[in-house]
Nanobody, 119 residues
Framework: QVQLVESGGGLVEPGGSLRLSCVAS??????????AGWYRQAPGKQRELVAS???????NYIDAVKGRFTISRDNGKMTVGLQMNSLKPEDTAAYYC???????????WGQGTQVTVSS
């Protein structure tokens, strides 16, 4: 079992930066051997995977955020971060931390944190 709590969302002007953090609690070994990701969901749209990092540290990003967002993880602290730079209004959404253990494929979710990019 893994519990996830996100923080770091807020209101920022276009071009600004935010850093999202996700703290996991529960099984450290489950967290270590899992894919961690950040999803987002804007009003009226489907939830989409924005960035992910697997248990080997390999990262993936959707094209819309490449070069602007950076995902990271610290297995010792059981945290997942998302550094978001050069934010755009279209990045406005609720952002959710996700952990998917390699051996089960079950999804664990945080409660979400709102990011609003507006002048």
């Amino acid at each position: 079992q893994v519990q996830l709590v996100e923080s770091g969302g807020g209101l920022v002007e276009p071009g600004g930066s935010l850093r999202l953090s996700c703290v996991a609690s529960g099984s450290g070994s489950t967290f270590r051997f899992s894919r961690a990701g950040w999803y987002r969901q804007a009003p009226g749209k489907q939830r989409e995977l924005v960035a992910s990092i697997d248990s080997s540290g390999n990262t993936n990003y959707i094209d819309a955020v490449k070069g602007r967002f950076t995902i990271s993880r610290d297995n010792g602290k059981m945290t997942v971060g998302l550094q978001m730079n050069s934010l755009k209004p279209e990045d406005t959404a609720a952002y959710y931390c996700n952990v998917r253990p390699d051996h089960t494929g079950r999804d664990y979710w945080g409660q979400g944190t709102q990011v609003t990019v507006s002048s």
